[in-house]
């Protein structure tokens, strides 16, 4: 769903991207330290029930998703390597905030049943992830769904700063969402890329 907007967020971040790449910044570099501050922000704020404090933070390092990416294309740098540390670093990103999460329900709400459904959220989330990497590995488009990554951050991130503000069950419903999405979206991309392999099959050589 929030694909469509990635052209409004690459004008906004133009003079931020010029202002780096002057300065000497590679966009891998960004990717790196995004990363490493999602992960830190997510495992630090999180279980310590700072919750506001962590959205905000994630959400800053986040940013640097789509800084990279434009930084490559203004600089002609994109490579295959470039492309592959960001779709690698993303993984690791999302599994940082959703851990924190986990750990927040058990260790602050000592809940292991909403820690769960936290946990669901991750793993439909990274299958959908692989889904689409496999695919398209293997010659297939796969792509679209319920939630897709940025859709799923959108979620998670503004229900963990509502939930820090104080709005009652908005964490839970947030990851409640995300795990159900997350799985038809798992459901939605495997049947896409089955019409594919048969039609595929089933062509004349």
Known sequence: M???????????????VRLLLRLGVSPDLVTIAGTA???????VCFPQGWLWQGALA??????????????????GQATSWGAFLDSTSDR???????????????????????????????VFGQWTSYVKARAESLGFTCYGGLAARADRLVIILLGTLLAGFGVPFVLEIAVAV???TSMITVVQRILQVRRQAVAADVAPA
């Open 92 to 122: 690791l990103g999302d599994a940082a905030v959703f851990g924190g999460i986990l750990l927040y329900f058990t260790y602050q709400q000592d809940s292991t049943l909403w820690g769960a459904v936290a946990l669901a959220g991750l």
């Open 37 to 43: 501050g999602v992960v830190v922000a997510a495992l």
């Open 58 to 75: 994630v959400t800053l390092f986040v940013l640097s998703d789509m800084l990279d990416g434009q930084m490559a294309k203004v600089s």
């Open 178 to 180: 995300l795990a159900v």
């Open 2 to 16: 929030l694909e469509r907007f990635r052209g409004i967020s690459a004008a906004l971040l133009g003079p931020l």
